[in-house]
T-cell receptor, first 113, second 111 residues
Framework: DGGITQSPKYLFRKEGQNVTLSCEQNLNHDAMYWYRQDPGQGLRLIYYSQIVNDFQKGDIAEGYSVSREKKESFPLTVTSAQKNPTAFYLC????????????FGEGSRLTVL | GDSVTQMEGPVTLSEEAFLTINCTYTATGYPSLFWYVQYPGEGLQLLLKATKADDKGSNKGFEATYRKETTSFHLEKGSVQVSDSAVYFCALSDPYQKVTFGTGTKLQVIP
C-alpha cells in the first residue's frame, strides 16, 4: 500500500538534545512538507521541498533543519535552538504541479522534558 | 506573506442544522483554495478544492465557492450529521507549492 510513514510516533527527549523525525513516502511524490500542529494555532509550515536536493523555509523554520537527498525521504531535525519543541509534527507530500492536494502521514508527537 | 483566517470554534450544532464555517485569505496573485478535515483519531484529508475565482468545490455534501472579490472560501453544508464532527482547516496554495493553513475550526454535531 502506498502512503507516508512517519517515525517514531511518540518521542521523548531531554532539553538541549537534537532530535530527528523520519518521513518516508512511497507515492512517488515530488514535493514534501513538514508542519507543526499546536492547539489553537492550526498547522504551521516549517520546511517544504519541491525536488531532491532543494528545500525552502516555511513560516517557522528557526530551530529546525531538513535534508532531501532522496525523493522518498524528508527527515526533520529539531535542534536545541528550537525554543518550544514540544508539539505534534506532520509530514505531507504531493505530486509536482498538483497544488495543495497534500497526503499526510499520521504524525509524530515530540515531548521535550 | 500569505495567510488564512478562519472563524474560531468550537461550533456546536444540532443534527440536520445548516453549517457555515467562514474562511478568508490574504495572498499575492491567485492562490488555489482548499478545505481539509481531521476526524477524531485520524489524519488530515482533503475535503474539497477550488483553483480559480467563482469555482465551487464540493464533496460529501459540503460546498465552498472561491470568491475573489471578498477573498473568501466559506464552507457550507445544508444538513450536518453527527459523523461530520471533526476539525476543519481552510488552506491555500501559491503557484510554487507553498501551502498555508488556517487555525482550524472544531465542529461538534449533537443528536
Amino acid at each position: 500500500d502506498g502512503g507516508i510513514t512517519q517515525s517514531p510516533k511518540y518521542l521523548f527527549r531531554k532539553e538541549g538534545q537534537n532530535v530527528t523525525l523520519s518521513c518516508e513516502q512511497n507515492l512517488n511524490h515530488d514535493a514534501m512538507y513538514w508542519y507543526r500542529q499546536d492547539p489553537g494555532q492550526g498547522l504551521r509550515l516549517i520546511y517544504y521541498s519541491q525536488i531532491v536536493n532543494d528545500f525552502q523555509k516555511g513560516d517557522i523554520a528557526e530551530g529546525y533543519s531538513v535534508s532531501r537527498e532522496k525523493k522518498e525521504s524528508f527527515p526533520l531535525t529539531v535542534t536545541s535552538a528550537q525554543k518550544n519543541p514540544t508539539a505534534f509534527y506532520l509530514c505531507a507530500s504531493t505530486l509536482a504541479g498538483v497544488l495543495g492536494e497534500l497526503f499526510f502521514g499520521e504524525g509524530s508527537r515530540l515531548t521535550v522534558l | 506573506g500569505d495567510s488564512v483566517t478562519q472563524m474560531e470554534g468550537p461550533v456546536t450544532l444540532s443534527e440536520e442544522a445548516f453549517l457555515t464555517i467562514n474562511c478568508t485569505y490574504t495572498a499575492t496573485g491567485y492562490p488555489s483554495l482548499f478545505w481539509y478535515v481531521q476526524y477524531p483519531g485520524e489524519g488530515l484529508q482533503l475535503l474539497l478544492k477550488a483553483t480559480k475565482a467563482d469555482d465551487k468545490g464540493s464533496n460529501k455534501g459540503f460546498e465552498a465557492t472561491y470568491r475573489k472579490e471578498t477573498t473568501s472560501f466559506h464552507l457550507e453544508k445544508g444538513s450536518v450529521q453527527v459523523s461530520d464532527s471533526a476539525v476543519y482547516f481552510c488552506a491555500l496554495s501559491d503557484p510554487y507549492q507553498k501551502v498555508t493553513f488556517g487555525t482550524g475550526t472544531k465542529l461538534q454535531v449533537i443528536p
